[in-house]
T-cell receptor, first 112, second 108 residues
Framework: NAGVTQTPKFRVLKTGQSMTLLCAQD?????MYWYRQDPGMGLRLIHY???????AKGEVPDGYNVSRLKKQNFLLGLESAAPSQTSVYFC???????????FGSGTRLTVV | GQSLEQPSEVTAVEGAIVQINCTYQ??????LSWYQQHDGGAPTFLSY????GLEETGRFSSFLSRSDSYGYLLLQELQMKDSASYFC?????????FGAGTTVTVRA
């Protein structure tokens, strides 16, 4: 089992460009999450999903969109990247709302 | 919304005991989790408390008091590899909300 896999691991974007971050989990988890982490700070929830076909806004959703067309995949899109979106992005999954989250290794995104 | 408070830094020597406190304010509380994160790495799960009391996992223990909206992580027999950031996080309404983290530095 690979657990939670994120691609890509690193990316540099120019302001205004778009991109999609992919998160895949092979644990049949219902719940999936996208977080961002800025230097010296904790993780902040961007969007989450409680099952296939569902998405919901988290703490900092502006500038991002998500889709969960398949249970195992959770995509995070940036339509028009801004320097403020320079961050490390972590995907996570869990089998229940009270359980622990399994995290991917992160995507380091720089917007110039 | 949610808010969590934890100390920003703690320094201790090898073999010592460190306690990291976490106080929180939230609605729809399910439980309190603790995570460890080394520089450049992903957070890794340490413990989860849904009920009051102490949970022990090897050298690490975690405590929760729901009535006081308070918990702590206890790191015993500190080792150099324990130098990392430690985050408390509350689970509510399907999602985790994280504190800003405590940087633990272990000195020889």
């Amino acid at each position: 089992n690979a657990g939670v896999t994120q691609t890509p691991k690193f990316r540099v974007l120019k302001t205004g460009q778009s991109m999609t971050l992919l998160c895949a989990q092979d644990m049949n988890h219902e719940y999936m999450y996208w977080y961002r982490q800025d230097p010296g700070m904790g993780l902040r929830l961007i969007h989450y999903s409680v099952g296939e076909g569902t998405t919901a806004k988290g703490e900092v959703p502006d500038g991002y969109n998500v889709s969960r067309l398949k249970k195992q995949n959770f995509l995070l899109g940036l339509e028009s990247a801004a320097p403020s979106q320079t961050s490390v992005y972590f995907c996570a999954s869990s089998y229940s709302k009270g359980s622990t989250d399994n995290f991917g290794s992160g995507t380091r995104l720089t917007v110039v | 919304g949610q808010s969590l408070e934890q100390p920003s830094e703690v320094t201790a020597v090898e073999g010592a005991i460190v306690q990291i406190n976490c106080t929180y304010q939230t609605s729809g509380f399910y439980g309190l989790s603790w995570y460890q994160q080394h520089d450049g790495g992903a957070p890794t799960f340490l413990s989860y408390n849904a009920l009051d009391g102490l949970e022990e996992t090897g050298r690490f223990s975690s405590f929760l008091s729901r009535s006081d909206s308070y918990g702590y992580l206890l790191l015993q027999e500190l080792q150099m590899k324990d130098s990392a950031s430690y985050f408390c996080a509350v689970t509510n309404d399907y999602k985790l909300s994280f504190g800003a983290g405590t940087t633990v530095t272990v000195r020889a």
